[in-house]
């Protein structure tokens, strides 16, 4: 029986962060006010803005040393489910510095710890036992050191075996390595350039970047996120280009994570591919109106939601 909507897997999660400061120079000590910590990393804020958007989640993620007690610590005292694998190396810090004379920011992203084989294998394995019993998978995020680069074709080999439909959100050889078993690929225009060594200047450009994954059968469907342009969405048999969402300017952190959340979200509620791509477009741009990388609400997600454009079908 599937007890859990959405099972996320986030195998570099951070502590994040976040401070101000009136302007950043080198040498000075810079005195910093209001520290805030909060648990960050892909798969966690997928799992996040899953909860928030009212679907049962659960994070699975590596966490150790001193920031990733805190990680734990933090989940558990936000009330969020999650399967935490232990390991010997430290969590990584994601620390951001805005500097308000100028409202500019400066992200600080720690490499993360290198992973032992066994701790590899122990979180493939938690995983795969939470998937057992999930709709959805989502792995985001990047790998850590040490991880193999075709460690999410190993995910996403085990989701196919247990008939799980898998979301995979990544970039560089995380993304260069998976090559099936994928149901929904989110990369960032950015992502898809990067990956397939391309310009990708024209929508038609981009629109056959992601058909070609698709003919590879690297997945059944490729949304190409476009920041504050909207996103594309081909699958094997259509494509659609789906318009952004009007927002005020605002930090556009963890606008993929919870447009992905969103898409996955909007098919537990038993809606078609792109009706469920609506949400994810209205859940992205919610984010911008939260700060740093705080989940949207769900109010902002389900009021943009109604103000999203149907899809236009494109060649
Ligand atoms: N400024 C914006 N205005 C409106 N919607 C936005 C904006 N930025 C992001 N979005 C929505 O969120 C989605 C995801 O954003 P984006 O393409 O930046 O992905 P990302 O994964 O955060 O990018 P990357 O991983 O390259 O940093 C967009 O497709 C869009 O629907
Ligand atoms: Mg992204």
């Given at each position: 029986m599937r007890t859990?909507?959405?099972?996320t897997?986030c ?6 962060i ?5 302007v950043?120079r080198?040498t000075?000590k810079l ?5 805030r910590?909060n648990?960050?990393g ?15 989640s ?8 001193p ?6 610590r933090?989940?558990?005292a ?7 694998v232990?390991?010997g190396g430290?969590t990584r810090?994601s620390f951001?510095?805005?500097e308000?004379s ?8 720690l490499p ?9 294998a122990?979180?493939?394995l938690q995983?795969?036992r ?10 985001s ?12 074709q190993r ?6 075996e247990?008939?799980v439909?898998?979301f995979?959100d990544t ?20 992502e898809?350039r990067e ?7 024209s ?7 992601a058909r070609e994954?698709v ?6 469907c490729v949304l190409v ?8 969405l ?22 993929g994570d919870?447009?992905v959340?969103?898409?996955?979200v909007?098919?537990t509620?038993?809606?078609?591919l792109t009706?469920a ?10 984010m911008l109106?939260?700060p740093g990388?705080?989940p949207?609400?769900?109010?902002d ?12 079908t494109v060649?």
């Amino acid at each position: 029986m599937r007890t859990t909507d959405i099972v996320t897997l986030c195998m570099n999660p951070a502590l994040d962060i976040t401070t101000s400061t009136a302007v950043v120079r080198p040498t000075e000590k810079l005195r910093c006010a209001g520290v805030r910590y909060n648990p960050g990393g892909g798969g966690i804020n997928v799992a996040h803005v899953a909860e928030v958007l009212g679907a049962s989640s659960m994070a699975v993620f590596p966490a150790g040393g001193p920031a990733g007690e805190l990680v734990h610590r933090l989940l558990v005292a936000e009330g969020l489910a999650l399967h935490r694998v232990s390991i010997g190396g430290s969590t990584r810090e994601s620390f951001t510095v805005n500097e308000t004379s100028t409202s500019g920011q400066y992200r600080f992203v720690l490499p993360g710890p290198e992973l032992t084989v066994a701790e590899q294998a122990e979180c493939l394995l938690q995983l795969r036992r939470a998937a057992e019993s999930a709709t959805f998978v989502v792995a985001s995020g990047s790998l850590p050191p040490g991880v193999p680069e075709d460690f999410y074709q190993r995910v996403a080999t085990a989701c196919s075996e247990l008939g799980v439909k898998f979301f995979l959100d990544t970039s560089g050889g995380g993304l260069t390595h998976v090559d099936s078993g994928v149901f929904l690929l989110k990369p960032s225009v950015r992502e898809l350039r990067e990956c397939l060594g391309l310009e990708l200047r024209s929508e038609a450009e981009q629109l056959a970047a992601a058909r070609e994954l698709v003919a590879r059968g690297v997945a059944e469907c490729v949304l190409v996120s476009l920041g504050s342009q909207g996103a594309l969405l081909v699958t094997a048999e259509e494509a659609h280009r789906f318009a952004q969402v009007d927002v005020p300017p605002g930090s556009g952190v963890g606008a993929g994570d919870a447009m992905v959340a969103g898409v996955a979200v909007g098919l537990t509620r038993g809606w078609p591919l792109t009706e469920a791509v609506r949400l994810g477009v209205a859940a992205g741009a919610a984010m911008l109106l939260t700060p740093g990388s705080a989940p949207c609400t769900r109010e902002d997600a389900e009021r943009l939601f109604a103000q999203t454009a149907p899809p236009v079908t494109v060649r």
